[in-house]
C-alpha cells in the first residue's frame, strides 16, 4: 500500500479482516505502484524503482531507471515542483439510480472519476459488484 510521497508499506493481507503490517520501504516522491510475482515496481519523482520483495521484511533495489518520468512541472519562477498536496473530497453516490444505469465509470490512479472520451483505446478494467468501474490509469 502506498502512502504517496513516503513511501510503501508491505501487509500481509491473507486475512482482510486484520491485515498485519510487514514492514515499511521508504521512498521520498512516490505515488505509484505495481507488484508483479516477486517485483515492486514504483516511482519515485522521475525515477522508476524495480524492488525484490521476495523477503518482505528484506526488500533489495534491483534497479533504479532515471528520468523514466521525465515531465517536469514547474512554478511561474521556473523551479520545478517536487512535491504536490491532494485534498480527498468523497460524495456517496446511489450507484442503482437512472443516472448510473448501464454506465461504465473510469476513475484515475487517485479514484478520481475521469471523463469516458480522455480514456485511452488501450485501457484495460474491470467491473466490481457495487458500481461499473474500470482498472488504473496508473503511469507505471
Given at each position: 500500500?502506498?502512502?504517496?510521497?513516503?513511501?510503501?508499506?508491505?501487509?500481509?493481507?491473507?486475512?482482510?479482516?486484520?491485515?498485519?503490517?510487514?514492514?515499511?520501504?521508504?521512498?521520498?516522491?512516490?505515488?505509484?505502484?505495481?507488484?508483479?510475482?516477486?517485483?515492486?515496481?514504483?516511482?519515485?519523482?522521475?525515477?522508476?524503482?524495480?524492488?525484490?520483495?521476495?523477503?518482505?521484511?528484506?526488500?533489495?533495489?534491483?534497479?533504479?531507471?532515471?528520468?523514466?518520468?521525465?515531465?517536469?512541472?514547474?512554478?511561474?519562477?521556473?523551479?520545478?515542483l517536487l512535491e504536490f498536496n491532494y485534498e480527498e473530497v468523497t460524495e456517496k453516490v446511489d450507484c442503482q439510480s437512472f443516472l448510473f444505469s448501464n454506465q461504465t465509470f473510469f476513475f484515475d490512479d487517485n479514484d478520481v472519476l475521469i471523463a469516458p472520451a480522455t480514456v485511452p483505446t488501450s485501457f484495460a478494467g474491470s467491473k466490481s459488484a457495487d458500481c461499473a468501474r474500470a482498472g488504473s490509469l496508473s503511469r507505471i
Open positions: 500500500m502506498s502512502e504517496e510521497n513516503y513511501g510503501i508499506h508491505i501487509l500481509d493481507n491473507r486475512d482482510p479482516e486484520n491485515p498485519i503490517a510487514v514492514n515499511f520501504i521508504p521512498i521520498p516522491g512516490n505515488k505509484d505502484l505495481i507488484v508483479k510475482g516477486d517485483y515492486l515496481l514504483t516511482d519515485r519523482y522521475y525515477d522508476l524503482l524495480v524492488i525484490d520483495i521476495q523477503e518482505p521484511r528484506q526488500p533489495k533495489l534491483l534497479s533504479r531507471n532515471q528520468e523514466v518520468f521525465p515531465v517536469t512541472i514547474k512554478n511561474n519562477d521556473g523551479e520545478a
